[in-house]
């Protein structure tokens, strides 16, 4: 599975952007796909999933109610929309997935993830 973010840019605190993920190869056998950002000299941290069956949905408490995860299976497409941004929501956001099965614990921890996409960058003024 190859996977390709797009959509980052720079916003206005307060403002809303959409970041989108686009996924290639044998995306149906995903079974868990998330949102993780990182900040240059720190480490990678969770923000969103969105696993199978349900889809069962899990966020980062720092952006709970803020931004919303969402999948399009048919176009093979991860969504996440962001409102409210804060400065601190700065980051390179990143798509990635897995074909494993994760328990409610795993599904905010990077390292459960197996594909990645390349990240795409946020920037809150």
Known sequence: VQLVESGGGSVQAGGSLSISCVASGDASSSYCMGW???????EREAVASICRPGPI???????????????DNAKN?????????????????YCAGTRSLLLSANRLRPSQ????????QVTVS
């Open 57 to 71: 949905t899990s966020y980062a408490d720092s952006v709970k109610g803020r931004f919303t995860i969402s999948q």
């Open 77 to 93: 497409t991860l969504t996440l929309q962001m409102n409210n941004l804060k400065p601190e929501d700065t980051a390179m956001y």
């Open 113 to 120: 993830y197996t594909y990645w996409g390349p990240g795409t």
């Open 36 to 42: 993780f950002r990182r900040v240059a000299g720190k």
